[in-house]
């Protein structure tokens, strides 16, 4: 079973700061590593997508990469603001299934002060 | 184009009491799932349909039933409501067999038993 761990669960930095957020997971057989982004109370945001091929996407400030050799994604946020805090979730999407089946990791809850 | 819709958006119930919730895809995907999320958690599989006229159970079934009514529409059904089941519902959808496997979310269903 695919099991997604995300470092660290929490983390607080000043406004202005470039962060690097972590995602392994235990099973290199994947379609594809999703970034999501939830506000509290709210839904999910689907931010990047990266599929088994790719090394790498970025939208904006943001840059997802994945080694899927390694078990490993990172989410980096360039020159963060307070409106990007929020909890980031990892999810892969596991080849064990054929439809894919997504497994989410716990999240790292962001918050970025003024 | 709405995406995924599910209703309704809140709900308290009482032990013992029984719902259906809702959810519906205008993307004519194929595949749709069912996730809960518990506080500090990521999304865990309750249900997935592959396909119109076929479910199957995800990580969490006990509790829970399921009806892939159409192509659209795929709903989640709690007979006798636990306290245990109180959390945050997501309906979501995917094209399987696509190259990606993405999954598109709904805004989720906010339960509360009492």
């Known amino acids: 079973k695919q099991e997604v761990t995300q470092i660290p669960a929490a983390l607080s930095v000043p406004e202005g700061e470039n962060l690097v957020l972590n995602c392994s997971f235990t099973?290199?057989?994947?379609?594809?590593l999703q970034w999501f982004r939830q506000d509290p109370g709210k839904g999910l945001t689907s931010l990047l997508l990266?599929?088994?091929?790719?090394r790498e996407q970025t939208s904006g400030r943001l840059n997802a990469s994945l080694d899927k050799s390694s078990g490993r994604s990172t989410l980096y946020i360039a020159a963060s603001q307070p409106g990007d805090s929020a909890t980031y979730l990892c999810?892969?999407?596991?080849?064990?299934?054929?439809?894919?089946?997504?497994?989410f990791g716990r999240g790292t809850q962001l918050t970025v002060w003024p | 184009n709405a995406g995924v819709t599910q209703t309704p958006k809140f709900q308290v119930l009482k032990t013992g009491q029984s719902m259906t919730l809702q959810c519906a895809q205008d993307?004519?995907?194929?595949?749709m799932y069912w996730y809960r999320q518990d506080p500090g958690m990521g999304l865990r599989l309750i249900y997935y349909?592959?396909?119109?006229?076929?479910?199957d159970k995800g990580e969490v079934p006990n509790g829970y039933n399921v009806s892939r009514l159409n192509k659209r529409e795929f709903s989640l059904r709690l007979e006798s409501a636990a306290p245990s089941q109180t959390s945050v519902y997501f309906c979501?959808?995917?094209?399987?067999?696509?190259?990606?496997?993405?999954?598109?979310f709904g805004p989720g269903t906010r339960l509360t038993v009492t």
């Open positions: 999810a892969v999407a596991d080849r064990g299934s054929t439809l894919g089946r997504l497994y």
């Open positions: 990266i599929q088994s091929s790719q």
């Open positions: 979501a959808s995917s094209e399987s067999g696509t190259v990606t496997y993405e999954q598109y």
């Open positions: 349909s592959a396909s119109e006229g076929t479910t």
């Open positions: 993307m004519n995907h194929n595949s």
């Open positions: 099973d290199s057989a994947i379609y594809n």
